[in-house]
C-alpha cells in the first residue's frame, strides 16, 4: 500500500466493529466458483504491489488450482510507500515490492508460469494524472478476459480510486464482469456506512487453508510491515490495519 492524500489517517475502523456490522451480516454470500466459473480468464488490476493480496487474496488462493486462467496488472511499483526515507528508498522499493508480489503468488499457489503479469510503471500517488493512459492500456491487457477485479472506485485512496475508474470504463467498452473491491474503504467507512454500496455487495467465505494463505501471502510484503527508523514511520500496515484482513470473508461489489 502507498501513502497519498486520502481519507486514510489514523488507526481507523477496528476489525471488531465490523464484525459487529449488521449491514455487513446481511450482505449476500456468493463462491468462488459463482466469481468465477470455469473456463474464466480473470485480470487483477492492483493499483500498488500488495493490493490484489488484501483485495482478493483469499479468492485468489481458492482458485490457485481451479480451472481459472490469472492474469495480473501492477499499475504502479509501489515506489513512493516511504516518503523521505533513507531505509526504502524509491529505487529500491521499485525492485523489492514487484519482488514481493512474486513471492506472494507463490505463497497463494501459483507457480510464476501461471500468472501473467504485466507492469504499467505508472508514478505511484499519481495515476489520477495518467488515467487516460491507463484506460487505453487496461483495454489491451483485458482483451480477452471473462472478468476483472479492481480496488473501488470510491475506496478513499487516489490511485485506488483511479483505478477503479479506469476498469469500469475498460469493461464497459470489452464487455465483461467487473468485480470492485473496497480495502482502505475498512479503514475510513463506519460499520453501518451508506456510502459503500451494500446493494451490490456480495461476501466470500475464506476457509482456514485460503485466509492462512491470504495472511502468508500479506506478510510477504516486507516492505509494508516494519517501522521505518530512518523518518520514525509506522509500519504502512499498521497491526490494526491487518486485522481488518484477518476476517474469514472478502466483500466484493458486482
Request: hydrophobic share 40%; glycine share 4%.
Amino acid at each position: 500500500m502507498s501513502q497519498a492524500h486520502n481519507p486514510i489517517q489514523g488507526q481507523g475502523t477496528p476489525s471488531e466493529a465490523w464484525q459487529r456490522s449488521a449491514q455487513l451480516a446481511r450482505v449476500p454470500l456468493i463462491t468462488a466458483s459463482e466469481l468465477l466459473p470455469p473456463g474464466s480468464h480473470v485480470v487483477v488490476v492492483a493499483p500498488h504491489p500488495d493490493d490484489e493480496v488484501l483485495a482478493c487474496g483469499g479468492l485468489l488462493a481458492q482458485i490457485a488450482w481451479q480451472d481459472v486462467r490469472v492474469s495480473m496488472v501492477a499499475v504502479t511499483d509501489g515506489e513512493a510507500s516511504h516518503p523521505h526515507s533513507a531505509v526504502w528508498p524509491t529505487q529500491l522499493l521499485r525492485r523489492e515490492r514487484p519482488r514481493e508480489s512474486q513471492l506472494a503468488l507463490r505463497r497463494l499457489g501459483f507457480s510464476p508460469q501461471d500468472v501473467h503479469w504485466t507492469r504499467l510503471r505508472l508514478d505511484d500517488s499519481q495515476v489520477a494524472r495518467d488515467e487516460a493512459y491507463l484506460l487505453d492500456a487496461l483495454v489491451q491487457c483485458i482483451a480477452d478476459a471473462t472478468h476483472v477485479i479492481s480496488t473501488w472506485r470510491h475506496d478513499g485512496h487516489c490511485d485506488h480510486e483511479a483505478v477503479g475508474r479506469a476498469c469500469a470504463a475498460a469493461v464497459q467498452h470489452q464487455g465483461c464482469q467487473l468485480y470492485e473491491v473496497p480495502v482502505w474503504a475498512w479503514h475510513w467507512a463506519a460499520p453501518e456506512d451508506d456510502r459503500l454500496p451494500w446493494a451490490r455487495a456480495r461476501k466470500l467465505l475464506l476457509d482456514n487453508d485460503a485466509l492462512g494463505r491470504k495472511q502468508a501471502a500479506i506478510h510477504a510484503h516486507r516492505s509494508q510491515l516494519l517501522a521505518d527508523a530512518s523518518t520514525g514511520a509506522e509500519p504502512v500496515l499498521t497491526p490494526t490495519t491487518l486485522a481488518r484482513f484477518a476476517q474469514p470473508y472478502e466483500v466484493f461489489f458486482l
